[in-house]
């Protein structure tokens, strides 16, 4: 157990975590982050510096209360069809059963998706002992909608490996789009309804400007790069997600779960090291935007740390861009 979070400060600090999927389950907080391991090895756009092998299942009961590390829920070595790096998780609630979502490299170093069950929150998770058919790339975001379908939100580009997709089969050689070219959209698929595997086949969602244009692969301030998150707010659908090069949180809204997402603006502003990834929850009548960076290991990419800070809507449902260290 920890002190009591403040905002914008890291809510632990004895081990390493980010890319932080918070939820409310049981009237409680719940974390689902990666946990980032120590080593010298160096860093590339491939993402070889990530090496992440398990997850911890942070809580706290409120914002005034300390945060619990409940242990390791899930390893590496558990799992049959997994090599390595078990990257951004996300959790769902559905079926009295609590569902952990993860990627990582299968023993073709492919990324894939898995899902493992708990009948607790916190874990311990048991895993599936295949991937889930169909599941490619990165950072599993999950949306149980109130009509009780539940949508997956995936993809990440270079090291997640997205642009190898684009002909609905791995092409390790492939290349993304050129610039002047619509830029890759997030993966979406249908869940069934036992959670484990998808309805309908993954498609991709469209990104467009207010004159309903797709953002273009050069538009490296707007356009998707990895960690796509789904939250509903007065009717509509948010897509928010990070622009990974230029290291913002943008979004987009909807009216449809599947797309395509309009374009609306920037949520955060560049934190301390290379990525950006986040998630947004309700907790009583506040908003949370859940984000890491690397501020307490003085900007080492892959030692980072999960913070939190409240999110402001304004009249018309868009969001204040948040600078993450303005006092």
Request: net charge negative; charged share 25%; aromatic share 14%.
């Amino acid at each position: 157990m920890t002190k009591k979070p403040k905002q914008n400060q890291p809510i632990v600090e004895h081990i390493f975590t980010a890319d932080p999927s918070a939820h409310v389950f049981e009237g409680k907080i719940y974390i689902y982050p990666s946990h980032d391991l120590d080593h010298n090895e160096p860093s590339n756009d491939n993402g070889d510096q990530y090496k992440m092998e398990d997850y911890h299942v942070l809580s706290m009961d409120d914002f005034d209360s300390p945060v619990v590390d409940h242990g390791e829920a899930l390893h590496m070595k558990n799992v049959p069809w997994v090599k390595k790096q078990m990257w951004a998780p996300d959790a769902a609630y559905k079926n009295d059963t609590y569902y952990l979502y993860f990627p990582a490299r299968d023993k073709d170093e492919i990324f894939r998706i898995g899902v493992a069950t708990s009948d607790n929150p916190a874990g311990p998770f048991t895993p599936q002992e295949s991937y889930i058919p169909g599941s490619f790339s990165i950072d599993p975001a999950v949306l149980v909608d109130e009509d009780g379908r539940s949508y997956m939100y995936f993809g990440g580009l270079w090291g997640g490996q997205l642009e190898k997709w684009q002909t609905g089969s791995f092409k390790p050689d492939a290349e993304g789009p050129a610039e002047t070219a619509p830029a890759l959209g997030p993966i979406v698929a249908e869940l069934s309804d036992d959670m484990l595997t998808f309805k309908q086949e993954p498609k991709e969602i469209s990104i467009v400007d207010e004159d309903g244009n797709p953002l273009l692969a050069g538009d490296e301030d707007r356009r998707f790069f990895e960690g796509a998150w789904v939250h509903k707010y007065n009717g509509y659908y948010y897509l928010s997600y990070s622009t990974g090069s230029t290291h913002n949180i943008v979004y987009a809204t909807s009216k449809d779960p599947q797309g395509p997402y309009t374009y609306k603006g920037k949520i955060l502003e560049p934190v301390i090291g290379w990525t950006t990834h986040h998630s947004i929850v309700q907790f009583e009548d506040k908003w949370y935007l859940f984000y890491h960076d690397s501020s307490l290991s003085d900007g080492v990419n892959h030692k980072r740390s999960v913070k939190f800070t409240e999110i402001h809507y304004n009249e018309d449902g868009t969001i204040q861009t948040i600078d993450p260290y303005k006092e």
